[in-house]
Antibody, heavy 115, light 112 residues
Framework: DVQLVESGGGLVQPGGSLRLSCAASGFSFSSFSMTWVRQAPGKGLEWVAN????????YYADSVKGRFTISRDNAKNSLYLQMNSLRAEDTAVYYC????????WGQGTLVTVSS | DVVMTQSPLSLPVTLGQPASISCRSSQSLVSIDGNTYFNWFQQRPGQSPRRLIYKVSYRDSGVPDRFSGSGSGTDFTLTISRVEAEDVGVYYC?????????FGQGTKLEIK
């Protein structure tokens, strides 16, 4: 079965950093682009970033550009999101998803930015 | 960015009755390769989103055939032929033809 498991969320102060991970299994990870999507409490879905199959191309939402970095390690079947200069408005559940058409999704990891 | 506009935002439905959700994009979603990268997602309460429909009308594996997608260009529809209790949740449209990928606001389906 295809599975995506996020980790690394938690409580962080404004201006702080956090690194999210997404462990993939059940499919050929290096053959798919990967996506991060977030959902603020009680709100809708917001695309955050995407990385292509070999990690050579990354795309970001304007709201996170310059602060977040998406990366991957195909040898470890893992996707990452390095989040710096965090703001209160970055508080959300962060999901990883396979492909630009996003299927399937992981269970999500909650990031809370608060003092 | 492509704006995705869903309607209605709230959809009360009687069990066994049909339901439909509309999604309109601010520009055509036909890609230069001829495909239309338009998807529908379901998010049940307390769960992660799950894709139901991809490329306008193709059902994902395991999705009941009471769900169907239609449309073209800028206008798309998700139809549930007979609503069941397990269909309660929020439904999102999403386009992946143009960067960045964008989602609709979500339509909350509830049982009357």
């Amino acid at each position: 079965d295809v599975q995506l498991v996020e980790s690394g969320g938690g409580l962080v102060q404004p201006g702080g950093s956090l690194r999210l991970s997404c462990a993939a299994s059940g499919f050929s990870f290096s053959s798919f682009s990967m996506t991060w999507v977030r959902q603020a409490p009680g709100k809708g879905l917001e695309w955050v970033a995407n990385i292509n199959e070999d990690g050579g191309k990354q795309y970001y939402a304007d709201s996170v550009k310059g602060r977040f970095t998406i990366s991957r390690d195909n040898a470890k079947n893992s996707l990452y999101l390095q989040m710096n200069s965090l703001r209160a408005e970055d508080t959300a559940v962060y999901y990883c998803a396979r492909g630009i058409n996003s299927e399937p999704w992981g269970q999500g990891t909650l990031v809370t930015v608060s003092s | 960015d492509v704006v995705m506009t869903q309607s209605p935002l709230s959809l009360p439905v009687t069990l066994g009755q049909p339901a439909s959700i509309s999604c309109r994009s601010s520009q055509s979603l036909v890609s230069i390769d001829g495909n239309t990268y338009f998807n529908w997602f379901q998010q049940r309460p307390g769960q992660s989103p799950r894709r139901l429909i991809y490329k306008v009308s193709y059902r994902d594996s395991g999705v009941p055939d009471r769900f169907s997608g239609s449309g073209s260009g800028t206008d798309f529809t998700l139809t549930i032929s007979r609503v069941e209790a397990e269909d309660v949740g929020v439904y999102y449209c999403m386009q992946a033809t143009h960067w960045p990928q964008t989602f609709g606001q979500g339509t909350k389906l509830e049982i009357k």
